[in-house]
């Protein structure tokens, strides 16, 4: 498969209701929570093309089965995604309050809660790849705790996507806006596809405060898929 959308906002900025919301338009879409619970998923393709940015990277296998990809760690790679490997794809930027944002992150992906060397290897290899690429990477490591440097370096990140990526070949939305209807026409209008039937809520997942229940979420799914998998072969 090729992908269609490519998601270029920071996570906590609505990417698992985006998600959520484009599967319900039709995409497959690939997302953080979907490493931890895809069998299929290679966690070190991630971190090996992070750490090693000048090497050639197999994305069709790292995004094989999905139509569409959001939050870390693909968003991590948007600018080589949407102009080198994927150059149709469309490309949506999902936006919050900074205040907000930084908050968020502080309280959930800045660290795994719960998750400790008793967990499956293939959650614990997604643990380490999204160290290297979203606490040590994409979030500066000891630089986190300095709060005025990461919200700027969160608004030049919403201003260099809308420097590279082409505006009609860009969204940029606000999940957290309250008006479902507005939201879905924009999202199926920018995507050229029908929007769900009127009166469908817009997802609004994965709160900061749900963060520990969704990685046990994410453990009980990955179990589930890998019984489906072997009882597949």
């Avoid at 992070?50 to 999905?66: I, L």
């Avoid at 709160?207 to 990685?215: G, N």
């Amino acid at each position: 498969m090729t992908l269609e959308i490519i998601g270029a906002g920071y996570g906590r900025t609505g990417t698992l209701s985006l998600c959520n919301a484009l599967d319900i338009l039709g995409f497959k879409t690939h997302h953080m929570l979907k490493i931890l619970t895809d069998p299929s998923q290679d966690a070190d393709i991630f971190k090996h093309a992070y750490e090693q940015p000048d090497e050639p990277v197999d994305w069709e296998r790292a995004f094989s089965g999905y139509t569409a990809a959001v939050d870390w760690p693909a968003a991590a790679f948007y600018e080589k995604l949407a102009t080198q490997v994927y150059p149709d794809a469309k490309v949506i930027l999902t936006v919050r309050d900074p205040e907000k944002w930084y908050a968020s992150a502080a309280k959930t992906i800045r660290e795994w809660p719960c998750v400790d060397e008793s967990w499956p290897e293939h959650i614990l290899k997604a643990r380490r790849m999204a160290r290297v690429v979203v606490k040590q990477g994409e979030l500066q490591g000891d630089m986190f705790q300095d709060k005025v440097y990461m919200i700027e370096r969160f608004n030049s990140h919403i201003d260099n996507v809308k420097a590279i990526i082409s505006p009609e070949n860009l969204l940029v939305i606000d999940v957290t806006d309250t008006d479902a209807e507005t939201t879905w026409k924009k999202l199926a209008h920018f995507l050229n596809v029908p929007p769900p039937p009127p009166g469908t809520p817009f997802p609004h997942d994965n709160k900061a405060q749900d963060f520990p229940t969704l990685l046990f979420y994410a453990l009980d799914e990955y179990k589930k898929n890998v019984l489906l998998s072997n009882t597949a072969l």
